[in-house]
Structures are given as structure tokens and as C-alpha cells.
T-cell receptor
Framework: GNSVTQMEGPVTLSEEAFLTINCTYT??????LFWYVQYPGEGLQLLLK?????DKGSNKGFEATYRKETTSFHLEKGSVQVSDSAVYFC????????????FGTGTSLTVIP | ETGVTQSPTHLIKTRGQQVTLRCSSQ?????VSWYQQALGQGPQFIFQ???????GRGNFPPRFSGLQFPNYSSELNVNALELDDSALYLC??????????????FGEGSWLTVV
């Protein structure tokens, strides 16, 4: 079946530190991979996505590369800001199974000044 | 901004009662899906509606039901509420046949507390 496993948090970093949040997946088909971000009290917002192997998604300084050989989609940012404090969710979707999204449990990030 | 709107934003119900949550999809999106997000967890797929028909369902009991209307808005109904139904209920819309891929866009959610 389909599933996502992501690094447990919480993660606390100082401003301008390098961020990595690990995400690995299991899929029966050829999924698309996503990172969503959730700010306190809000719904999920799409951060970036990649639809096939070796694609790199990027947005707002965040990047993630679809690695089929390691079934991974790790999220990275070179220099985090206080405003990046949020919960980050890795997700996959496989249109062949009806576009149901499978989410990881989320990683809470706190950036301190 | 996603354009997906949900109502109500917060509500409190008593165990055994019934609740209806509403969602308006983003303009031009014909597919709506519902997710349950328990505290500290990732969203779990409840079901999806495409052109007014349910076309996918997660591991939720039949007391979770839904509707989609001709304007693509949707309702989630939960009967016989249980304490464990307390969660954030998220609606997401998409339009897979419009070349936007399979990205889904979420609303702000409805917080349901069952007491």
C-alpha cells in the first residue's frame, strides 16, 4: 500500500540555520510527492511538489528532490527564518488509486531568533 | 489564497448528536475531498466526490457521509458522534482534468469538539 514516514519532531533551530526534514515513502504505483505547511490554527498550504523521479520542487527557499532509488523526498532550506515556524507534512498521491492523499504525521519546526 | 471556504470554523457537539460541515470549492474545481486531522496527527482521507458522486473512501464507518452539489460545493455529515470524532475536518478541492495535476488545495478547516 501507500504510506509516508517523516522525521519526528519537534525541531528547534536558530534563525539562519540549515533545515532538513526527512521523508520516505512506500507506494504501489508512480506517485506525486508533496510538502504541505500548516501554520497555527490554519489549514494546510501547498509548499512544493514533484511529480516524477529526479524532479526538484522548490518554493520560498525550500527544496525537495524526488528520489525514486531511495524512496525519499527530504525537505531542505539553507537559512530558516522565524516566520518558517510551522508544522510540515510530507504527502503522496497516486492518481491510479483515485487521488487519495497519504500524509505523514507532521514535523513541528520552531525557529528562534 | 486557496479559495476553498469551510463553515463553521468551530463547533461543539454532544456525543450521539449529528453534525453537518460545509465546503465551497475553489472556483473551477470539480473534485472535493474531506480529511480528518486529529490533534498532533496528519490528515486522514475520509472520502472524495467528483461530479456529485463518491469516487473514493478511506477507512471511516458509514456514519460519515457526504454530498456534492451541482455547483461542486460539498457537505460532510457525521451521525452518532463519538468523543474520538473530535478533530479538525479539512476540505480540499482539485480539478484533475484541468491540467493542474493532482494537487489539492485546502480550506482552513472546521474544528469539531465532541463532549
Amino acid at each position: 500500500g501507500n504510506s509516508v514516514t517523516q522525521m519526528e519532531g519537534p525541531v528547534t533551530l536558530s534563525e539562519e540555520a540549515f533545515l532538513t526534514i526527512n521523508c520516505t515513502y512506500t507506494a504501489t504505483g508512480y506517485p506525486s510527492l508533496f510538502w504541505y505547511v500548516q501554520y497555527p490554527g490554519e489549514g494546510l498550504q501547498l509548499l512544493l511538489k514533484a511529480t516524477k523521479a529526479d524532479d526538484k520542487g522548490s518554493n520560498k527557499g525550500f527544496e525537495a528532490t524526488y528520489r525514486k532509488e531511495t524512496t525519499s523526498f527530504h525537505l531542505e532550506k539553507g537559512s530558516v527564518q522565524v516566520s518558517d515556524s510551522a508544522v510540515y507534512f510530507c504527502a503522496l498521491s497516486d492518481l491510479s488509486t483515485g487521488n487519495q492523499f497519504y500524509f505523514g504525521t507532521g514535523t513541528s519546526l520552531t525557529v528562534i531568533p | 489564497e486557496t479559495g476553498v471556504t469551510q463553515s463553521p470554523t468551530h463547533l461543539i457537539k454532544t456525543r450521539g448528536q449529528q453534525v453537518t460541515l460545509r465546503c465551497s470549492s475553489q472556483s473551477g474545481h470539480n473534485t472535493v475531498s474531506w480529511y480528518q486531522q486529529a490533534l498532533g496527527q496528519g490528515p486522514q482521507f475520509i472520502f472524495q466526490y467528483y461530479r456529485e458522486e463518491e469516487n473514493g473512501r478511506g477507512n471511516f464507518p458509514p456514519r460519515f457521509s457526504g454530498l456534492q452539489f451541482p455547483n461542486y460545493s460539498s457537505e460532510l455529515n457525521v451521525n452518532a458522534l463519538e468523543l474520538d470524532d473530535s478533530a479538525l475536518y479539512l476540505c480540499a478541492s482539485s480539478s484533475p482534468d484541468r491540467g493542474s495535476g493532482n494537487t489539492i488545495y485546502f480550506g482552513e478547516g472546521s474544528w469539531l469538539t465532541v463532549v
